[in-house]
Nanobody, 117 residues
Framework: QVQLVESGGGLVQTGGSLRLSCTASRSISSYNIMGWYRQAPGKQRELVARISSSGSTDYADSVKGRFTVTRDSAKNTVLLQMSSLKAEDTAVYYC???????????WGMGTQVTVSS
């Protein structure tokens, strides 16, 4: 029912910045959460940051103070501003949409972020 399209991934140097964007194909009127997860080779997918339709946010400890998640509900878009990037941030980043009643998750296809020295 919903397609998520990510953009903004790429190659940056350590200490640099990058902004990821994810746009849903349609608006969600009910309560929902949009966020970003990442998966590095050989590792489990992990939450990076998320934001609910009411504005509440949640961040992984490893990115607190460096990443900021925001959303523009009118544009069905969630943004992830990444700063002070480290090599450990290298991963495929996936956009996620959680809806409730009924409970369901949607995923983007992922965008590569590579931080080099």
């Amino acid at each position: 029912q919903v397609q998520l399209v990510e953009s903004g991934g790429g190659l940056v140097q350590t200490g640099g910045s990058l902004r990821l964007s994810c746009t849903a194909s349609r608006s969600i009127s009910s309560y929902n959460i949009m966020g970003w997860y990442r998966q590095a080779p050989g590792k489990q997918r992990e939450l990076v940051a998320r934001i609910s339709s009411s504005g509440s946010t949640d961040y992984a400890d490893s990115v607190k103070g460096r990443f900021t998640v925001t959303r523009d509900s009118a544009k069905n878009t969630v943004l992830l501003q990444m700063s002070s990037l480290k090599a450990e941030d290298t991963a495929v980043y996936y956009c996620n949409l959680e809806i409730f009643f009924p409970r369901h998750d949607y995923w983007g296809m992922g965008t590569q972020v590579t931080v080099s020295s």
